[in-house]
Antibody
């Protein structure tokens, strides 16, 4: 079964850091672009970041550029997001997502990140 | 940047009805337009890609169409479990953009 499982979310103070992880199974992880997409509960979906299949290139939404770093370990079938200088408006559910055919065809269950003092 | 605006923001329909959700782009876009279904408390589900191609396993009651600045998702013969929020999404280059979502309630 194709699956993505996120972990690492939680409560963090403004200015703090958090590292999200995502473990992939059931498909050839190294063949796909991978993304993080976030969603404030009750609001719309927002793309955050993308990493090439071999990790050679990354892209970020403007609102996280310079604060978040996406990475991957293809040997471990894992995707990561290092989130620094967190702000209250980073509070959201973060989804690990597989990219394919111009969209996002496999989603994890999401991990909640709450930035609050 | 391209903005996607969905209409309506919410709608209510009955079992057996046909509904159409529209996604309008702020400028003419390519055909890399996708649709997702998101049930409450769940992750989104990939329904349609490249404007009109159904993902494997998606019932043929769902269909997508459009070009330029206007794209639509049509659901025929509504079923109770179609109750969800539907999101459109576009890709070009290094940008992935979502609409704000349309909440569909089944009466």
């Amino acid at each position: 079964e194709v699956q993505l499982l996120e972990s690492g979310g939680g409560l963090v103070q403004p200015g703090g850091s958090l590292r999200l992880s995502c473990t992939a199974s059931g498909f050839r992880f190294s063949a796909y672009w991978m993304h993080w997409v976030r969603q404030v509960p009750g609001k719309g979906l927002v793309w955050v970041s993308r990493i090439y299949s071999d990790g050679s290139a990354t892209n970020y939404a403007d609102f996280v550029e310079g604060r978040f770093i996406i990475s991957r370990d293809n040997a471990k079938n894992r995707l990561y997001m290092q989130m620094d200088s967190l702000r209250a408006d980073d509070t959201a559910v973060y989804y690990c997502v597989r990219g394919d055919r111009g969209g996002f065809d496999v989603w994890g269950q999401g991990t909640m990140v709450t930035v609050s003092s | 940047d391209i903005r996607l605006t969905q209409s309506p923001s919410s709608l209510s329909a009955s079992v057996g009805d046909r509904v159409t959700i529209t996604c309008r782009a702020s400028q003419s876009i390519n055909t890399w337009l996708a649709w997702y279904q998101q049930r409450p408390g769940k992750a989104p589900k990939f329904l349609v890609y490249n404007t009109s191609y159904l993902e494997n396993g998606v019932p043929s009651r769902f269909s997508g169409s459009g070009s330029g600045t206007e794209f639509t998702l049509t659901i025929n013969s509504l079923q109770p479990d179609d109750s969800a929020t539907y999101h459109c999404q576009h890709w070009i280059g290094f940008l992935w953009t979502f609409g704000q979502g349309t909440k569909l309630e089944i009466k």
